[in-house]
């Protein structure tokens, strides 16, 4: 049974800093794309980073390029999002995902974790 489950969520003030992991279990993720999504209060689930299971394949929604950082230690199963310049619009629940399709369309991956709360305060 996959199982995905997200930790390191918390609450940090704008500027701050914070990295979520994403522990991966339950099959082999060789070839399997993993990514980050968030949903906010009344909006939309969004697309945050992918990476592909090798870590040669990385792609970031443009408001998060340049301070999110996705990486993944293969050895651990585990897949990390540094998440450095916080803004309180980054407030949501982070998702973790994985699926052989991937990409940044949620609806394309097929395993979701439980999500932990990011909250960034002004």
């Known amino acids: 049974q996959v199982q995905l489950v997200e930790s390191g969520g918390g609450l940090v003030q704008a500027g701050g800093s914070l990295r979520l992991s994403c522990a991966a279990s339950g099959r082999s993720f060789s070839s399997y794309t993993m990514g980050w999504f968030r949903q906010a209060p009344g909006k939309e689930r969004e697309f945050v980073a992918a990476?592909?299971?090798?870590?040669?394949?990385?792609y970031y929604a443009d408001s998060v390029k340049g301070r999110f950082t996705i990486s993944i230690d293969n050895a651990k199963n585990t897949v990390y999002l540094q998440m450095n310049s916080l803004k309180p619009e980054d407030t949501a629940v982070y998702y973790c995902?994985?699926?052989?399709?991937?990409?940044?369309?949620?609806?394309?991956?097929?395993?979701w974790g439980q999500g932990t709360q990011v909250t960034v305060s002004s």
């Open positions: 990476i592909s299971w090798s870590g040669g394949m990385t």
């Open positions: 995902a994985a699926d052989l399709l991937g990409g940044r369309n949620g609806a394309k991956y097929g395993y």
